[in-house]
């Protein structure tokens, strides 16, 4: 029985674990992504003030989302993507903290975007798209 129930948990794990299709990349592995790491410094150097996202193509078609705050007393944490058929939402939260960047901001993968793509906080703020 006890082997039933271990063969249980690790299949809800691996089913989990492939259903995930949005991650949140770690700051020390920006250097991994050349585009995205220049657009980064620029926020942190001329654009400190810009709150919104940009979108990126990375590895194999999937796409980098960064998200700024246009503070540095502020950081992100992602809270869920919703892909639906011709819309796909990012949702963050914003929590008061002191950072060392210039203009807070956080990398969010995702495998896929279909349709228009928003980025809004719990709250129901938007993001405005960097063009």
Do not use: H, P
């Amino acid at each position: 029985m006890k082997k039933a129930y271990l063969i249980l948990f690790i299949m809800i794990i691996f089913l989990s674990a492939c259903n995930s299709n949005t991650w949140v990349l770690e700051k020390d592995r920006l250097s991994e992504t050349g585009s995205v790491k220049d657009y980064v410094e620029q926020l942190q150097n001329d654009q400190t003030d810009f709150r919104g996202f940009r979108v990126f193509t990375i590895s194999e078609g999937k796409k980098m989302v960064v998200v700024s705050t246009g503070t540095s007393n502020q950081t992100l944490e992602f809270i869920d993507a919703n892909v639906a058929d011709n819309s796909t939402t990012i949702t963050v939260e914003g929590k008061s903290s002191e950072t060392d960047e210039e203009n807070a901001y956080i990398l969010i993968g995702i495998d896929e975007i279909k349709g228009e793509l928003s980025v809004v906080s719990e709250s129901g703020e938007t993001y405005s798209e960097y063009e």
